[in-house]
């Protein structure tokens, strides 16, 4: 015997919200994040920092100097390493820079030093800084109103850029429609 329920006592399914189609149109990254949204601003921001840092200097890694010949042979590599970034600083752009993959994934005290004069060298106090800024977020957790505000910031820097990401006009279709 099934239980009749009056149809105004009934509740209504909620709405499904889902990931706005802009959004979803940037490709996940594998490298960093918790989640799809920091996986995609992971994607953003990495793109729009080795683009950044392919054309302003040459192609040149950060850490080395060794010239990288596209930038998406490159890696976006932190200088304050991404594990001990606190809360949004670790999608800080003035934190990553076009690095080589060799000396991402196999750096030692050389690199580090190396990274830090190259960053003192483009703009002078450049790594305190960054050490100020990372103290900035300690105890904030990364909210998704966070991520998609940071997507936006990083895309609107991505429009003066000579070169853009693949997905980007896309992007930008969908965001403004």
């Known amino acids: 015997m099934t239980k009749y329920i009056p149809v105004r006592l009934q509740k209504k399914p909620a709405k499904k919200k889902g990931m706005p189609a802009w959004i979803k149109a940037i490709p996940e990254s594998q490298a960093h994040g918790s989640g799809t949204y920091q996986k995609r601003l992971w994607r953003l921001v990495s793109d729009f920092v080795r ?3 392919f054309h302003s200097f040459q192609g040149r890694c950060v850490a080395t100097g060794a010239k990288i010949g596209h930038w998406r042979d490159g890696n976006a590599g932190h200088y304050k390493s991404y594990s001990v970034c606190n809360g949004m600083f670790k999608f800080d752009e003035s934190n990553i820079h076009l690095q ?3 000396s991402n994934a196999w750096g030692g005290m050389d690199i580090g030093h190396n990274f830090a004069e190259e960053l003192n060298r483009r703009n002078k ?6 050490e100020c800024d990372n103290r900035l977020y300690q105890n904030t957790n990364i909210t998704t109103t966070m991520v998609i505000e940071k997507m936006r910031d990083i895309l609107s820097k991505m429009k003066d850029l000579p070169e853009k990401p693949d997905y980007y006009n896309r992007v930008i279709l969908l ?3």
Request: glycine residues 6%.
């Open 51 to 53: 683009i950044r840092d």
């Open 100 to 102: 080589s993959a060799q």
């Open 125 to 130: 106090d450049s790594v305190w800084g960054i």
């Open 175 to 177: 965001l403004e429609a």
